[in-house]
């Protein structure tokens, strides 16, 4: 097969033209192709009165691959084999379920592979199906009343359900591929495996990850909603058995030798618990700021120009990033297009704020992280969770200036850049569900994070014009976007305490739906490889 990069064409042009355009380009016929189909599709828009479509497209010819591939630079062609996942041997010899800890990315593709090899794996999750989880965090938006249980960070699907639904991810990993073919076997848009920025929206990641878990329990496997991991039981420094809290707060134990512990990034009170049961870990540098929200349409400008209103290009995106040669920098992250910001809160007395977007990305408003590093001397002490008191401060800060019931508070960028205090805010309505009350985001974040926050905005407003807009609206503190602390693991992925894995963001080795369930997919593995005889 045959990998062609860099085929520009005009916004609009059909499938056909664009393999008419590769075959002229490799001097042969359309009608040679054996096989051809799209793998890349991005968006050139540096020419605002030009937007053009990218492709990169894979081609099939009768054995001429090697010699027109020869004719291009290696960065334009390339002989290219689709990369197919295979189920690794399992040599694992115990009669014992697996115990998976969490539903989220790294713990349903964890259990989708158990699953696969007839393991039977128990999955528990201490929130609730996705559905019931729905009506939850719709409760607390509009009465106030956190179910700490079940809410943005802890339910089926994880903290991803309640996202932009973004698959973008920065590891080289060849199972990401495997991860996104799963995704749309499971319901996720076909267009996941070729757009450059797949997204599936949180109002179609629902119905995803409850056909994953269908599957699931359909080859064997069991996912158990309510039940919170509450104890451990190790002797000789291997793990014997667990214990959950389930309904009406009833305690079961389960005998395992095998735990896989896919928590999550907010499963504080259970990162508290393995730390006293002696699992080692270490403080973990992370990152926090605050969403930031302007009108769609200022960035549907911004970055198509001519082509702003086309309704072919969709919500406009951005990626930013400012590097000063001296001191701290600052970047956006997880950017949602047409989105909300909502509040996602898991512990009573906190706000952290977060964003998210539907599959249509038609909101009126765009909103996206600015973010600025954060290493362990901001932290009080040394102890390896203090990152979660420095999380922990801040957000139980911002409750307190919200007015104490979940109201966020924001700051106008015009406000923040002069230095004072919001009293009111402008046309820029913010999308909060749990409301807003304008405030100073200086009383949340030290001087050392806000200075570089408000540089970063001066510097991205240079790369896209509007950017420092003084009716923007910042809403804070978004305080989650990794895990302060990483539980450590060897190479067999491992923790001192045999047969227990830590895998994704909770554990401190993912950031996003595509490198958690990555993570989950090489627990799994480690599972199969471990013939250790207990």
Same mark, same amino acid.
């Given at each position: 097969m045959l990998r062609i990069h860099e085929i520009k064409v005009p916004l609009g042009t059909p499938a056909e033209a664009l393999k008419e355009q590769t075959a002229r380009l490799l001097g042969v016929r359309a009608e040679d192709f054996l096989s051809f189909a799209i793998v890349r599709e991005s968006l050139d828009c540096r020419k605002k009165d030009r937007v053009q479509l990218v492709y990169s497209v894979d081609v099939r010819l009768d054995g001429r691959e090697e010699g027109l591939a020869a004719r291009f630079p290696e960065n334009r062609a390339q002989v290219h084999e689709e990369y197919q996942y295979v189920l690794p041997e399992v040599r694992r010899r115990s009669a014992f379920r697996p115990v998976v800890a969490g539903f989220g990315p790294a713990g349903m593709f964890c259990g989708l592979w158990l699953a696969r090899q007839g393991m039977r794996p128990l999955i528990l999750e201490r929130g609730h199906d996705v559905d019931t989880r729905m009506r939850d965090v719709q409760s607390f938006w509009k009465n106030r009343t956190l179910n700490t249980e079940s809410n943005i960070q802890f339910g089926e699907?994880?903290?991803?359900?309640?996202? %932009?639904?973004k698959l973008t991810t920065g590891i080289k990993d060849p199972r990401t591929r495997q991860v996104l073919?799963? =995704?749309a076997a499971f319901g996720a848009p076909e267009e996941i495996l070729w757009s450059a920025r797949p997204h599936i929206g949180t109002d179609r990641l629902g119905g995803v990850v409850k056909n994953i878990r269908r599957e699931i329990e359909r080859l064997g496997g069991e996912v158990r909603f309510g039940c919170r991991l509450s104890e451990l039981y190790i002797a000789n420094d291997f793990i014997q058995g667990v214990s959950y809290v389930g309904e009406r707060e009833c305690v079961k134990d389960v005998e395992t030798d095998c735990l896989v512990l896919c928590i999550g990034h907010s499963a504080r009170d259970t990162v508290e618990m393995l730390c006293r049961k002696g699992l080692r870990m270490q403080q973990k540098a992370f990152s926090v700021g605050t969403r930031i929200e302007h009108p769609q349409e200022l960035i549907n400008r911004a970055q198509y120009g001519a082509f702003w209103n086309d309704p072919r290009l969709g919500a406009a995106d951005y990626k930013l990033a400012n590097h000063p040669p001296h001191g701290r920098g600052g970047y956006t992250f997880c950017m949602c297009p047409g989105g909300t910001v909502v509040c996602a809160s898991s512990e009573e007395g906190m706000v952290v704020t977060n964003g998210m977007s539907s599959y249509r990305r038609d909101g009126e408003n765009a909103n996206s992280a600015i973010l600025v590093g954060v290493e362990p001397d901001f932290f009080p002490d040394d102890h390896p969770l203090s990152g979660f008191a420095f999380q922990r401060q801040l957000e139980k800060t911002a409750f307190a200036l919200g007015g104490g019931d979940y109201t966020a508070p924001c700051q106008t960028v015009g406000d923040f =850049?002069?230095?004072?205090?919001?009293?009111?805010?402008?046309?820029?309505?913010?999308?909060?569900?749990?409301?807003?009350?304008?405030? %100073? =985001?200086r009383l949340v974040l030290p001087r050392r994070l806000t200075d570089p926050i408000a540089d970063a905005i001066l510097a991205f407003d240079r790369k896209l014009k509007g950017f420092a807009l003084p009716e923007a609206v910042l809403t804070f503190p978004e305080s989650r976007s990794s895990s302060p602390v990483r539980i450590l693991r060897d190479e067999s992925f491992q923790t001192n305490v045999r047969g227990i894995y830590p895998c994704g963001e909770g554990a401190g080795y993912a950031g996003g739906i595509v490198s958690a369930a990555v993570d989950g997919i090489r627990g799994a593995e480690a599972v199969f490889a471990d013939d250790t005889e207990y």
């Open positions: 699907g994880g903290a991803g359900t309640f996202s %932009d639904g073919r799963e =995704l =850049l002069k230095g004072q205090k919001s009293v009111r805010l402008g046309a820029v309505k913010p999308t909060c569900p749990t409301g807003v009350t304008p405030s %100073d =985001l």
